[in-house]
């Protein structure tokens, strides 16, 4: 069993320890379901290296059954085929804009605002490409567990301006891609991504 299999198991004994601390009512079986947590939030930190302290500040505390986090991203070409890309400032790599769901926005809305605000270039979707579980892809390990919308999305206007928290923003053809900030994009999934744009059905990736 390798490290990402250890850490999809931890973060599943994780997630039956928090859906107990949601529906328990017995006392007993709340301390039992609180103490599986403590111990997954342990092997968390044994695995990453990293103070206990710094995992328990890092989760919010659940109030409702878990679920995975939802990540959306916007998949833009020019008319050169040239892929729409945003340097993060976290990490000084590069990846297709977007970011996680915001409670109030439809997926497609989201898209669209992550675009502008990352790159400066304003689109419309055009229709969903992929529904991509990180976990099934060789990202690096974390702690959440994340659902990927990836729409491909037509430009409408605006121009090229990277956001206050990005470093950059430009098009790049897709063979020769700069370094990949691979916790949010993967060069497969660049390719599979270009593939399905192109593809003569209007298919949608899942998984």
């Given at each position: ?203 949608v990736y899942f998984d």
């Open positions: 069993m390798d490290s990402k299999e250890q850490l999809n198991l931890v973060k599943r004994i994780k997630a039956i320890s928090e859906t107990g601390l949601v529906y328990a009512t017995d006392l007993y079986a709340r301390e039992r379901y609180e103490e599986l947590k403590q111990i997954s939030l342990k092997l968390m930190a044994y695995m990453a290296d990293s103070p206990i302290e710094v995992l328990q500040d890092f989760f919010m505390p659940e109030e409702d059954y878990p679920t995975p986090k939802v990540d959306v991203r916007g998949f833009v070409l020019n008319d050169r085929d040239e892929i729409l890309m945003a340097k993060e400032s976290i990490d000084s790599k590069w990846t297709i804009p977007g970011g996680w769901a915001d409670i109030g926005n439809t997926p497609s809305e989201i898209a669209n605002k992550e675009i502008e605000e990352e790159t400066g270039i304003k689109t419309e979707v055009v229709r969903l490409l992929a529904v991509y579980d990180k976990q099934v892809h060789p990202h690096p390990p974390e702690p959440y567990y994340i659902y990927k919308l990836i729409f491909l999305c037509r430009i409408t206007g605006g121009g090229l301006k990277a956001g206050f928290d990005m470093l950059g923003a430009d098009f790049f053809p897709l063979d020769n891609l700069p370094e990949l900030s691979e916790d949010r994009i993967l060069e497969s999934q660049l390719k599979h991504l270009f593939q399905l744009t192109k593809a003569s059905e209007s298919e």
